[in-house]
């Protein structure tokens, strides 16, 4: 089946720092990945909708300026969490849809992230 | 109002014995895909089922198969001769609509925690 990546796979960083996680599909092109955000025991929440060459669709109550996406080519897509606090530790997966009618929805392994 | 109920927390099974996973869903579009993921304690999302809202017959997967009531909008995961390894979180998810820029994204149910006993 298709393959996503996730770099890193776990970050620690300190209070103020800026985060970036890359999404990769390795052997297929995606025009359209999604970034969700998984808190312990919880669901995934989708942020946002990223548009290789447009900008990011963002979900109600996500912060466009916290959470920049940039997705510059068919197989990358950036996640960027900015001045990042403790309240934005979390789990982040992304995913891309393989086929015409995308029935089939891969997920990269995901991203841990702990802010100090 | 919740799109995608998942009514049980937590499931136990014996193994080798079948085990259903509750879904509802609530829509009104009448096109919409249903998609199952299993998701072990590593965090990994891994694809299990998934059923076309005009499809005629359920999915079957391997020892999964979903049970499609599409007048009573549940969606359940049937999983045949459970194995230890099949113990995770499991979500049931849609995807509305047939275009548009963010078509493909999923909205996901609370999960269910699926323990198989030896």
């Known amino acids: 089946g298709a393959v996503v990546s996730q770099h890193p796979s776990r970050v620690i960083c300190k209070s103020g720092t800026s985060v970036k996680i890359e999404c990769r599909s390795l052997d297929f092109q995606a025009t359209t990945m999604f970034w969700y955000r998984q808190f312990p025991k919880q669901s995934l929440m989708l942020m946002a909708t990223?548009?290789?060459?447009?900008?990011?669709?963002?979900e109600q109550g996500v912060e466009k300026d916290k959470f920049l996406i940039n997705h510059a080519s068919l197989t990358l897509s950036t996640l960027t969490v900015t001045s990042a606090h403790p309240e934005d530790s979390s789990f982040y997966i992304c995913?891309?849809?393989?086929?015409?009618?995308?029935?089939?929805?891969?997920f990269g392994p995901g991203t841990r992230l702990l802010v100090l | 109002a919740q799109k995608i109920t998942q009514t049980q927390p937590g499931m136990f099974v014996q193994e080798k014995e079948a085990v259903t996973l509750d879904c509802t869903y609530d829509t009104s579009d009448p096109s919409y895909g249903l998609f199952w993921y299993k998701q072990p304690s590593s965090g990994e999302m891994i694809f299990l089922i998934y059923?076309?809202?005009?499809?005629?017959q359920n999915a079957t997967e391997g020892r999964y198969s979903l049970n499609f009531q599409k007048a009573r909008k549940s969606a359940n995961l049937v999983i045949s001769a459970s194995q230890l390894g099949d113990s995770a979180m499991y979500f049931c998810a849609m995807r509305e609509g047939s275009g548009g820029t963010s078509y493909g994204k999923l909205t996901f149910g609370q999960g269910t925690i699926l323990t198989v006993h030896p």
């Open positions: 059923q076309g809202s005009y499809d005629q």
């Open positions: 990223s548009n290789e060459g447009s900008k990011a669709t963002y």
């Open positions: 995913s891309a849809g393989v086929g015409y009618q995308r029935e089939t929805q891969y």
